[in-house]
């Protein structure tokens, strides 16, 4: 069941009238069983690696605290709690290295299982990415090392740490919700309350429209120009780069809005996972707006382990006795460029992924090591530097650094995107292939752009756009909401079909 | 606490500390300048800082960070 499909609103419609219908003690169940409904009806067989993870994660979790407390109550010297130390490491290594071995052989070795399955078994051995697999396998072990940190106390209830992992509006493609914000909401039983059902509802059809208007609507004529770069100018090949950094935008950004609203229904807050991306003013600035839970879950998860290894700060603490900059620089940058390369990793297969690491790796950490030289310049143009035209620059220098990074993460593999660049750089012309959208596409695209544009500007100048609404005329309200809705469900009853997530099998 | 103020302050020039903004939770110190200034205060007052110190309360300000440092024996 895609969730962006009537047969989806039809489904939430109903739970979210049964959620409110039952007593509050129940209303967890509810979710639990919607969530069951949801994921069997896409895979019974994907939901087994979801009771995997949520299985081995819920009694590593409970073991950790059984260690932890043996740890308070046995140990007599700090060697003995150095031994407990040891004990939980050991196992949460366990419970880690047993997911991700999972999560690895379905993002990296399903090829490789399908030709070597192919003359030993009738049919080859084709595995299907379980939808979610990344999201709720983060979610998931970052819940553990938080047990592990002492952090969080262990749930008891597997059906209730089951509910925490399955929740469907999360299983699309994320966000990746912290424990301690989602799983007491999930629990607890949630009033009915209209401002939640309003601001849901605006905040589903303000996602569902960015997705059909603009993401699906750009998504044939960009593939067509990545699929045939080869015959296409470079001119055509930066517009389609530029166009499928709005298409990404809207895809992921609209699909989560729409899952965060459909949350919202029952009362249930989720992580927020953009912050209108386009407009940050550096590179890091970018990361800290785009896929925002994702940034959380590496910054606790990974870089901070990193940079507060050993290793590294031995290093980085030999570098700053010679004194200078590089030893204060050293741990940030290589924890950096070690996290990127990961990120780089984890959106699939292929030397095209991790050179998308390595370029935004680069960035984040020829910031850092630029950062003096910048700050000259900052001085050397004084007030100019706070200008709105320095602004706009600023905020343009970031989006085509994101537009560079682009033509390795969409590229199938690392020759096309250094293609596809020679192509932008040395042959700067129409070519024999355009970019085709009919003209009443590109009137939906740019008016539909447009409005985003103007409603992403006001909210970035503190504009809260669903109050806003709400404190509206009625009549334009209703006005508003009918023409959303118009557009919505004429979509769907036009017998259209929204194109896959792009997050969605990663 | 002196100390600490100055090592703040050659870090993070242009920095009001005491303007009332929460150090972390108000975005004035990202990810990055927090582990830069790990690294100096584990130099600077032998203490060690480990990842379970790394929550927003402990970098919020400059009394907290102080009191990290002071728990932690430095």
Not at chain 1, 427 to 436: E, K, N
């Amino acid at each position: 069941m895609s969730i962006n499909s009537a047969a989806f609103l039809l489904f939430l419609t109903v739970s979210v009238i049964v959620y409110y219908a039952v007593p509050k003690k129940a209303r967890w169940l509810i979710l639990l069983a919607a969530s069951a409904f949801f994921y069997l009806s896409y895979s019974p067989r994907a939901a087994l690696c979801l009771l995997f993870t949520a299985a081995s994660v819920y009694l590593g979790a409970l073991a950790q605290g059984a260690l932890r407390k043996r740890e308070r109550e046995r140990s007599e010297t700090p060697a003995d709690k150095k031994r407990w130390q040891r004990r939980r490491r050991a196992l949460l290594l366990l419970v880690l290295l047993l997911n991700f071995s999972m999560l690895a052989v379905f993002k990296y070795l399903s090829g490789w299982i399908a030709r070597i399955s192919e003359p030993l078994l009738p049919r080859p051995l084709i595995l299907l990415m379980p939808l979610g697999i990344s999201f709720y396998i983060f979610q998931a072990l970052g819940y553990l090392i938080d047990c592990y940190r002492g952090r969080v106390a262990p749930e008891r209830n597997f059906f209730k740490f089951l509910l925490f992992v399955s929740y469907f509006p999360q299983l699309v493609q994320g966000p990746i919700n912290r424990f301690e914000k989602l799983h007491g909401q999930l629990i607890q039983g949630n009033d009915f309350n209209a401002d939640n059902i309003r601001n849901g509802v605006w905040l589903m059809l303000w996602g569902m429209l960015k997705k059909i208007l603009i993401a699906d609507t750009l998504v044939t004529p960009v593939t067509d120009v990545f699929d045939n770069f080869n015959e296409c100018g470079g001119a055509v090949i930066l517009l389609a780069v530029v166009m499928y950094c709005i298409q990404l935008y809207c895809d992921f950004s609209g699909g989560v809005d729409l899952v965060r609203g459909a949350s919202g229904l029952f009362g249930v807050e989720m992580e927020v996972n953009f912050c209108r991306p386009y407009f940050a003013r550096s590179i890091d600035e970018f990361w800290r707006r785009w896929h925002m839970s994702l940034g959380e879950w590496m910054k606790n998860y990974l870089f901070y382990p990193l940079a507060l290894s050993k290793p590294l700060n031995r290093v980085a603490k030999r570098l700053r006795r010679g004194g200078g900059r590089s030893g204060r620089l050293f741990v940030p940058c290589v924890s950096t460029f070690i996290v990127f390369v990961v990120i780089g990793i984890w959106q699939g297969p292929g030397l095209a992924n991790i050179a998308y690491g390595l370029w935004n790796g680069a960035l984040m950490s020829g910031a850092m090591i630029m950062e003096p030289a910048f700050a000259k310049f900052r001085e050397k143009i004084g007030r100019a530097d706070g200008s709105f035209a320095m602004r706009v620059f600023r905020t343009l220098r970031t989006f085509m650094l994101v537009v560079i990074g682009r033509y390795f993460s969409r590229a199938s593999s690392l020759s096309q995107s250094f293609g596809m660049m020679r192509r932008t750089l040395f042959s700067f012309t129409a070519g024999a292939h355009p970019f085709v959208l009919g003209a009443g596409s590109w009137a939906v695209v740019a008016v539909s752009a447009g409005v985003l544009f103007t409603v992403s500007l006001m909210q970035e100048r503190g504009v809260k756009m669903r109050e806003r609404i709400s404190r509206a005329h009625p009549a334009f309200q209703a006005l508003l909401l009918i023409l959303a809705m118009a557009l919505v469900f004429g979509y769907f009853t036009a017998g259209f079909s929204t194109a896959a997530y792009v997050y969605e099998n990663i | 606490m002196d100390r600490l103020e100055k090592i703040m302050t050659q870090l993070f020039p242009g920095v009001d500390f005491n303007d009332g903004r929460a150090l972390i939770d108000d975005g004035v110190l990202t990810s990055l300048d927090i582990v830069m200034l790990v690294g100096e205060l584990n130099d600077a007052f032998s203490v060690s800082i480990t990842v379970d110190d790394l929550v927003p309360e402990n970098f919020n300000s400059l009394s907290a960070i102080n009191e990290l440092i002071v728990r932690l024996g430095g």
